[in-house]
């Protein structure tokens, strides 16, 4: 079944470390994006990819970058520098880019601090 | 700047009751997009319904049903006879940049619990 992958589940930060999360997609999707959401709160989108070697910042970027080095693989570092970085990560991909394309989601990374 | 407004933040209904959301949204544009999702437990988002701003038409899905009114800026939803299975966080979302996707704002979610 064609969908997308999101790892680890839970992931749990040091003081001072960089974590990765990890996002994979079988759907051919040219378009790729990161959402942070926050209890309570709407998504709010940290980066997005449109194509291959390609990303830009999105709303709140600062303390994350990503990489988009394959078609189906679009992982988020989130460094030392986000301090406040106990959220739920959301990968979501559509086809391309234009507007009003549905976005197709993972299943989501909850990270923590310890 | 665009914005979503989801007022009620948790709805609880019993089984086999209707139950609608709301969903106020503010934009500049002519030309938009709105969605609604649902995510599940189970954490992912689930698309439901796309409708542009040109297509004022009430759509019917099964259970589910939208209602679009322009001169409100509203795109509400309703279950009819509601489920178990219908528990979930709902979101509605637009999106108006023409050029990209990217743009999409989502409102705050509304966590609806139904009983059984």
């Known amino acids: 079944d064609g969908g997308i992958t999101q790892s680890p589940k839970y992931l749990f930060r040091k003081e001072g470390q960089n974590v990765t999360l990890s996002c994979e997609q079988n759907?051919?999707?040219?378009?790729m994006y990161w959402y942070r959401q926050d209890p309570g709160q709407g998504l709010r989108l940290i980066y997005y990819s449109q194509i291959v070697n390609d990303f830009q910042k999105g709303d709140i970027a600062e303390g994350y970058s990503v990489s988009r080095e394959k078609k189906e693989s679009f992982p988020l570092t989130v460094t030392s520098a986000q301090k406040n970085p106990t959220a739920f990560y959301l990968c979501?991909?559509?086809?391309?880019?234009?507007?009003?394309?549905?976005?197709?989601f993972g299943s989501g990374t909850q990270l923590s601090v310890l | 700047a665009q914005k979503v407004t989801q007022a009620q933040t948790e709805i609880s209904v019993v089984e086999k009751e209707d139950v609608t959301l709301d969903c106020v949204y503010e934009t500049r544009d002519t030309t938009y997009y709105l969605f609604w999702y649902k995510q599940p437990p189970s954490g992912e988002l689930v698309f439901l319904i796309r409708r542009n701003s040109f297509d004022e038409q009430n759509e019917i899905s099964g259970r589910y049903s939208w209602n679009f009114q322009k001169s409100t800026s509203s795109f509400n939803f309703t279950i009819t006879a509601s489920q178990v299975v219908d528990s979930a966080v709902y979101f509605c979302a637009l999106s108006e940049d023409m050029y990209n996707n990217n743009d999409m704002r989502f409102g705050a979610g509304t966590r609806l619990t139904v009983k059984p």
């Open positions: 759907l051919n999707h040219d378009a």
């Open positions: 979501a991909s559509s086809i391309d880019d234009r507007e009003g394309e549905k976005l197709f």
